[in-house]
């Protein structure tokens, strides 16, 4: 099955500096490997007009009949099941995180889950800007991502 990630709304290059926080420049964002914070699928630019990720998951069904899915970037166990955006800016020969949204599987409702795993491809669409115009972060549920299947 396919996991997409469309994003929108990107918050630009730079992060203004506020209270107890930074700022940071030339940022990036990128789906995280399962439990390999240095292995990043795709950065995107934070400028970017908008970014796209696809992960292949597999389905497999637990105890009580929910599917559950998981996959190389697909973070948790069973019943917690996540994916991370991390906000990363160049370092060296790789990236330095500062920031993450975690997008929870948990948060996507049984019937649409079953229909994407009926028709292979569950899409999470989000915006990546939070209230204050920084790279959205924290745990990420509906309304912020509206997740269907196809």
Not at 29 to 47: I, K
Not at 48 to 61: D, F, G, I, N, Q
Not at 92 to 106: P, T, Y
Not at 124 to 140: I, M, Q, S
């Amino acid at each position: 099955m396919e996991l997409r990630i469309e994003a929108t709304e990107l918050p630009g290059r730079e992060c203004g500096a506020g209270p107890g926080f930074p700022g940071y420049r030339d940022i990036h964002v990128a789906v995280q490997r399962r439990g390999r914070p240095a292995e990043l699928l795709d950065p995107q630019p934070g400028d970017a007009p908008r970014a796209r990720w696809s992960l292949e998951c597999t389905v497999k069904r637990l105890p009580d009949g929910a599917a559950d899915l998981t996959g190389p970037y697909v973070q948790g166990g069973p019943g917690g099941r996540f994916v991370y955006l991390n906000w990363v800016t160049p370092d060296g020969d790789g990236w330095r995180l500062f920031r993450r949204a975690k997008l929870l599987l948990a948060a996507v409702d049984g019937a649409t889950v079953a229909a994407a795993v009926t028709g292979g491809l569950l899409v999470a669409r989000l915006g990546l800007t939070d209230a204050k115009g920084h790279p959205l972060c924290a745990a990420v549920r509906p309304p912020v991502v509206r997740w269907t299947a196809a």
